[in-house]
């Protein structure tokens, strides 16, 4: 699967990261634009979104269409606690999850950031409760 794709022609179950800047801030909520890369490679402003944190109301518009609209696909979405198996039959309890530069998912076996994994190639097979 690309690093990015459009809206319109990602899978219903894709995970994927919408880009956006923080454009404002207050007590009564936060203004976000939402950013796109053109296919010039231009990265555009491609709408807002406000989010009202007392009454958790979001309101915004898109100034494009938003089918047209790309997002970063994460390749797997993995929560701490997930156990995992590698391609050779390994399995590891997540403790930690990130994103790396390229926008790929890592997941490491200990609490810290190190050792980091790729997400890709591995499959969730179960799930703990860690204390």
């Known amino acids: 699967m690309p690093r990015w794709m459009k809206l319109s022609a990602m899978p219903v179950g894709t995970t ?6 923080l454009a404002a801030k207050s ?13 010039a490679g231009a990265i555009t402003d491609n ?4 989010v009202a ?29 997930d156990v995992v198996e590698g391609p050779d039959g ?3 309890v997540v403790r930690w999850v990130g994103t790396a530069p390229d926008g ?15 997400a890709e190639g591995w499959q969730v097979i179960a799930s703990v409760t860690l204390p």
């Open 16 to 21: 994927a990261l919408l880009p956006v800047r």
């Open 27 to 39: 007590g009564a909520g936060a203004t976000f634009t939402v950013l796109d890369r053109g296919d």
């Open 104 to 118: 790929q998912t890592v997941w490491s076996p200990a609490v810290g950031t190190r050792p980091q994994y790729p």
């Open 90 to 92: 390994t399995t590891a």
């Open 53 to 81: 944190t007392p009454s958790k109301v979001v309101t915004g518009a898109w100034t494009g269409d938003p089918a047209e609209q790309r997002l970063q696909v994460v390749a797997l979405a993995l929560a701490v606690g």
């Open 47 to 50: 709408g807002t979104i406000t």
